[in-house]
């Protein structure tokens, strides 16, 4: 792949390259499930390597070859390493195509309804985690850049990232729907009060709306949000959502921060030498000086422990949750 890569970066050598690849890739994604293990895979991380920074006949010659069968595995794939990897190509063909991907196939129409139900089955709630890992990056390519397509489909987007997160058994995914949730915050400026209605207007987890749960989700995995750019996006789209005076911000609780006990046990003690003096105790926590006896029962948190010691956290307002991350927002 680095091979392939250098020759592609060079000048004047990316197009003599598709020219060659495609005719060996198009047969291989057309027939996925005749294919030995991994050549399938294998194939969309090189189409979706000479997608990135390409010009746009390289992106229109493999779309012409390659987007049908891509579809075709996100819809009908059971291998997650090819859902994988056939979301990051779709999701390259969208940021590098843009509003002229649509026209190629000849029907803007279908090729659309293409882009939306390989999207359909990827947050499918039934669909194990790790084949919807990079769905997050796909749908902030389809919003970012066919925003006036994606507009009429905000709700319905909405109520399947909330389904897709709650049946999520990877923090790393569960993260990427919630920049989803962030750069949808930033799109609705300077509406962002809409925003929040329309959340609260959809169902979201037991009695509560999509509102109330993704809001409770948001602030418990803030702090487990990785990248420089994602922690800018979260963070400045939660000052946001601050910003807005929304009603909903105070009437909302959510998780506020972990209650810290610490168990001691008591110990008899006899006879202890400190220095040149021996020292004569009864039973009990003894300082002297920086000197104590003591001993935590706290140990290491197995699993076990954990089911008979639950951890207890205190229960807040979504606002001011969102002012004590004050240390991570961003000033405006």
Known sequence: ????????????CIQPLVSR???YVGPILSQPKQQPDGLVAGSLDLVTMLLKNAPGPVIKALYDVCF????????????????????????????????????????????????????????????????SFFVGNYILQLILNLPSQMEQHIQDLVSALVRRMQSCEISGLKNSLL?????????????VSHFIDMLVSIPGYGDRNSFDYVMSEW?????EVQGSYQIKVTTSALALLLSSRHEELTKNFVQGHLVQVLFVSVVSITRYRYGGDVLTTGFGIHFLGTARWARSTAGIRTRSKA????????VMPLNAKVLSLSHVLPVS
């Open 307 to 314: 089911k008979s010691t639950p951890e207890q956290w205190t």
């Open 219 to 223: 602030v418990k995995q803030q702090g």
């Open 1 to 12: 792949m680095e091979f392939n890569k250098a020759i592609k970066n060079a000048p004047g």
């Open 21 to 23: 690849v495609v005719p």
């Open 68 to 131: 049908n069968p891509i579809i075709q595995i996100v819809l009908q794939s059971d291998d997650h390493s090819e859902m994988q990897n056939a979301t990051e190509c779709l999701a390259a063909f969208v940021c590098g195509g843009k509003n002229e991907l649509l026209a190629w196939g000849g029907d803007p129409g279908f090729t659309m309804r293409s882009l939306l139900d390989a999207l359909s089955r990827l947050l499918d709630p039934v669909l194990e985690s790790s084949g």
């Open 179 to 191: 920049l989803v949730f962030a750069r949808l915050v930033h799109m609705s400026v300077p509406n």
